[in-house]
Each structure stands twice: as structure tokens, then as C-alpha cells.
């Protein structure tokens, strides 16, 4: 397997700009996870699907970020309109259990400047 | 909400002395996990601990689960240059620690 795949690697865009960001996790895995990692705040959750299904986003920061899950195999972070303070390394995670129960297998990330 | 916090924050070491990194929460939880991060790299994880009290050993690694369940250790004995990176708890509530970053000085 390829392991949890994410795109872009890397991403920079201007202050106002939408930006998308990509996630495949590993086949037949039941839980998706979006992190994002700073300095300052560590690595934080922002959102927890279960079998594609929102179970909490109660760390998303604010109305500009929006994550979807269509299907098994895909889920996008959107941000619109992203701020400089959003500069992150977005981290995707998948797992077979449900919730914190089980191995998380993270993605490379992705490398989001907001200038 | 839960807290998750890690101790110390960062630790310099020369190799082949030992280091000591420990993780407290607030609450008791279900399980806790161990995870490291390479600079530069992503989370990778160690180990689950879930019973009271549990200890778990890999190679050089030690890892202890409180008898309360509030409380976690890893130890590393006799460090080595691949041992550098950040090491995070993660608790039953998808809260992770600020982790903890290693040097180790050949």
C-alpha cells in the first residue's frame, strides 16, 4: 500500500486566495484525521470523520475552514479565504478503529505559506 | 476539555545517556499513544498502551502507563543519533501533547 497520500506537498498562495488540500488515506481504513501542526500551537485536530462521516470538528478554527468526505477514499480541507496566520503543516491521518483507538497512519502533509 | 501535557518541552542530550519524557492528562484515559516525528518528517506511531500500569519495551525503548491512567513515560536508554525528533502522547480524546524534542549530540 501506499501509505496516506496528500496533495499538494506544497502550497503557497496569497492572503484572500481559496486554497484545497488532498487526502487519500490507506484502503479500508474507517477514520480520516486532519491536523495541522505550528510552532506554537503543536499538533492540533481539526476534524475526525468515521466511516465518512463528520464525528467532530470541534477543533476547526473558524467558518473559512470546511472539510468534506465523499467517499472512502478522498476528503479535502478547504479554506476560504485563507489568512497568513493559517501557514501550517496540514497533516491527513487514517485508521482502521474508530476514533483514538487504534494506530493513525499520517500522511507527509502538506506545507500551506499564506503570504 | 482534556489536557494533554508533555514534559520537558525539549532535552539535549549526549549520545548514549538516557532520556526520559513524560506525559500527563488532566483525566483519566482509555489509552494513550506514543508517536515520533523526525524533523522534517511526519508522525509516526510507537506503541498503544491501555491497561493500568502496562509496560511495554522495543529495543532501547520504555514505555510505562500510570497506574491512575492519567499519566505516561517513554524512556530511552543509552541514546543514539537516531533517536532525534519530537516525541508526542496522544490521548483517548484525540488530543496530542506539544510534544517533546530530542537532540542528541554525537
Known amino acids: 500500500d501506499a501509505g496516506v497520500i496528500q496533495s499538494p506537498r506544497h502550497e503557497v498562495t496569497e492572503m484572500g486566495q481559496e486554497v484545497t488540500l488532498r487526502c487519500k488515506p490507506i484502503?479500508?481504513?474507517?477514520?480520516l484525521f486532519w491536523y495541522r501542526q505550528t510552532m506554537m500551537r503543536g499538533l492540533e485536530l481539526l476534524i475526525y470523520?468515521?466511516?465518512?462521516?463528520?464525528?467532530?470538528d470541534s477543533g476547526m478554527p473558524e467558518d473559512r475552514f470546511s472539510a468534506k468526505m465523499p467517499n472512502a477514499s478522498f476528503s479535502t480541507l478547504k479554506i476560504q479565504p485563507s489568512e497568513p496566520r493559517d501557514s501550517a503543516v496540514y497533516f491527513c491521518?487514517?485508521?482502521?478503529?474508530?476514533?483514538?483507538?487504534?494506530?493513525?497512519?499520517f500522511g507527509p502533509g502538506t506545507r500551506l505559506t499564506v503570504l | 476539555g482534556q489536557q494533554v501535557m508533555q514534559i520537558p518541552q525539549y532535552q539535549h542530550v549526549q549520545e548514549g545517556e538516557d532520556f526520559t519524557t513524560y506525559c500527563n492528562s488532566s483525566?483519566?484515559?482509555?489509552?494513550i499513544q506514543w508517536y515520533k516525528q523526525r524533523p522534517g518528517g511526519h508522525p509516526v506511531f510507537l506503541i498503544q498502551?491501555?491497561?493500568?500500569?502496562e509496560v511495554k519495551k522495543q529495543k532501547r525503548l520504555t514505555f510505562q502507563f500510570g497506574e491512575a491512567k492519567k499519566n505516561s513515560s517513554l524512556h530511552i536508554t543509552a541514546t543514539q543519533t537516531t533517536d532525534v525528533g519530537t516525541y508526542f502522547c496522544?490521548?483517548?480524546?484525540?488530543?496530542f501533547g506539544e510534544g517533546t524534542q530530542l537532540t542528541v549530540n554525537p
Open positions: 491521518a487514517s485508521s482502521f478503529d474508530r476514533g483514538f483507538q487504534g494506530e493513525q497512519f
Open positions: 484502503s479500508g481504513h474507517n477514520s
Open positions: 470523520f468515521n466511516n465518512n462521516v463528520p464525528i467532530d
Open positions: 483525566t483519566t484515559l482509555s489509552n
Open positions: 498502551l491501555v491497561k493500568s500500569g
Open positions: 496522544g490521548g483517548s480524546r484525540l488530543t
